[in-house]
C-alpha cells in the first residue's frame, strides 16, 4: 500500500520561512518524479515545484527563487522549503509522486500518488 505522509505546514508572517516534508512508503522511490502541488478552495490545483529521478528540478515561475524541493534517498523523504513566503502562497500542498515520463507540473492527472495535504497560511 502506498502512501505519502507530510509534515511541516502550519502559520507564518509573510516574509517567513517553512518546510514541508513528505515521506513515502510502498514504492520504488528512487523511479518517481516527486512534486508539490498546492490548491486554495478558489482555484485549480497548481504544480509548484518537482524533483525527477535524476535530480532534475522544475518550478512553477510564481515560486523560482523563493522555493527549493530536494530529496533524501535514504530516508525516502521530498523536501519543499519554503522561503519569504506571501500571503497569496497559502493554500493545502500537496506531496505527489508520478511514474509518467514527460510529465509536467501543468498537468495534475500525471501524478498517481496523492498525500493528505498540509495547510499552509501565510499571514500578511
Known amino acids: 500500500q502506498v502512501q505519502l505522509v507530510e509534515s511541516g505546514g502550519g502559520s507564518v508572517q509573510a516574509g517567513g520561512s517553512l518546510r514541508l516534508s513528505c515521506t513515502a512508503s510502498?514504492?520504488?522511490?528512487?523511479?518517481?518524479?516527486w512534486a508539490w502541488f498546492r490548491q486554495t478552495q478558489n482555484k485549480e490545483r497548481e504544480g509548484v515545484a518537482a524533483i525527477d529521478s535524476d535530480g532534475t528540478t522544475a518550478y512553477a515561475d510564481s515560486v523560482k527563487g523563493r522555493f527549493i524541493i530536494s530529496k533524501d534517498k535514504t530516508t525516502n523523504t521530498v523536501y519543499l522549503q519554503m522561503n519569504s513566503l506571501k500571503p497569496e502562497d497559502s493554500a493545502t500542498y500537496y506531496c505527489?509522486?508520478?511514474?509518467?515520463?514527460?510529465?509536467?507540473?501543468?498537468?495534475?492527472?500525471?501524478?498517481?500518488?496523492w498525500s493528505q495535504g498540509t495547510e499552509v497560511t501565510v499571514a500578511s
Open positions: 505527489v509522486a508520478s511514474w509518467v515520463v514527460g510529465w509536467s507540473l501543468a498537468n495534475p492527472a500525471d501524478f498517481h500518488y
Open positions: 510502498g514504492l520504488n522511490y528512487k523511479s518517481y518524479c
